[in-house]
């Protein structure tokens, strides 16, 4: 990560955010993990895992069925399996 320092500005730059890494579906190879996030927590995991991973992941929603009840579920995955462990460790998917 480099650090730039202009007009006494620090901005952190992360050189695997010059490419798209953000994926609109969920490839089959992708590890992944469920949580019940609402739209304002999902924006707060989005930018913490642009800032801290660095493979490719996707956010999307999803259904889940249990006997006849149904809940929306938001569903992260991670190209690279120490991206999720690292995402895991920082108890970032459950918001307060």
């Not at 650090?3 to 609109?24: A, C, G, S």
């Not at 069925?65 to 690279?80: A, H, P, Y």
Request: hydrophobic content about 35%.
């Amino acid at each position: 990560m480099v650090t730039l320092q202009i007009w006494k500005m620090v901005m952190k730059i992360n050189p695997n955010n010059f490419y798209d890494r953000e994926l609109h579906t969920l490839p089959p190879h992708f590890v992944n993990t469920i949580t019940r996030a609402h739209d304002s927590d999902v924006e707060k995991i989005r930018k913490w895992i642009y800032e801290n991973c660095s493979g490719r992941f996707s956010i999307t929603k999803d259904v889940k069925f249990q006997g006849d009840l149904s809940k929306s579920v938001t569903v992260i995955g991670f190209e690279n399996p120490g991206d999720l462990t690292l995402f895991a460790l920082s108890g970032v998917q459950n918001p307060q």
